[in-house]
T-cell receptor
Framework: GAGVSQTPSNKVTEKGKYVELRCDPI?????LYWYRQSLGQGPEFLIY????????DSGLPNDRFFAVRPEGSVSTLKIQRTERGDSAVYLC???????????FGPGTRLTVT | GEDVEQSLFLSVREGDSSVINCTYT??????LYWYKQEPGAGLQLLTY?????DMKQDQRLTVLLNKKDKHLSLRIADTQTGDSAIYFC??????????FGSGTRLQVQP
């Protein structure tokens, strides 16, 4: 079956602009995770959804970052007033109810100029 | 907070075994994972081990866990050029967020 998909694959934006990154999890997966990966580093946790609600948003770096999952499937990560330091690959993962296995999408490479 | 550490780089010859090491600090970790990342691609789950296990074997992959020393290793037997990638160790407690190391770049020389 289809894996986790993310759009766009690449996004270039100017400093100060607003961006939205989309994640489409594996069908039926109830848990959805957002991570951010900077160059030469491992992924760092941002936020975790169980169904429609954010179960843990402790990784969001500040209030410019926000994520939603209104119908418990697709999720959107929203970044306001982007800064050059936000440049990274944003990864989404999903897992099935009762499973500890997280499956990752290909990521969105965000470049803030 | 939790910390996961890995060596940065490993070079082996094709056909040799590779051993990638990882240490972690969170004693409450329930699962330890190995992910593989090829250039420009997302992370591929290779294998994982439950914290009450010492060893897990899956075809060419062997995971060893020393819970006392909080040390995890991944052995790849008969390493091939297609195994060249970055390997990430991660720890987690069930369906919660994972904490990743910085990755070990494995280079396989023909």
């Amino acid at each position: 079956g289809a894996g986790v998909s993310q759009t766009p694959s690449n996004k270039v934006t100017e400093k100060g602009k607003y961006v939205e990154l989309r994640c489409d999890p594996i069908s039926g997966h109830t848990a959805l995770y957002w991570y951010r990966q900077s160059l030469g580093q491992g992924p760092e946790f941002l936020i975790y959804f169980q169904g429609t609600g954010a179960a843990d948003d402790s990784g969001l770096p500040n209030d410019r970052f926000f994520a939603v999952r209104p119908e418990g499937s697709v999720s959107t990560l929203k970044i306001q007033r982007t800064e050059r330091g936000d440049s990274a690959v944003y990864l989404c993962a999903s897992s099935n109810s009762g499973s500890n296995e997280q499956y990752f999408g290909p990521g969105t490479r965000l470049t803030v100029t | 907070g939790e910390d996961v550490e890995q060596s940065l780089f490993l070079s082996v010859r094709e056909g040799d075994s590779s051993v990638i090491n990882c240490t972690y600090t969170d004693s409450s970790s329930t699962y330890l994972y190995w992910y593989k990342q090829e250039p420009g691609a997302g992370l591929q789950l290779l294998t994982y081990i439950f914290s009450n296990m010492d060893m897990k074997q899956d075809q060419r992959l062997t995971v060893l866990l020393n819970k006392k020393d909080k040390h995890l290793s991944l052995r790849i037997a008969d390493t091939q050029t297609g195994d060249s990638a970055i390997y990430f160790c991660a720890e987690g407690t069930g369906r919660r967020a994972l904490t990743f190391g910085s990755g070990t770049r494995l280079q396989v020389q023909p």
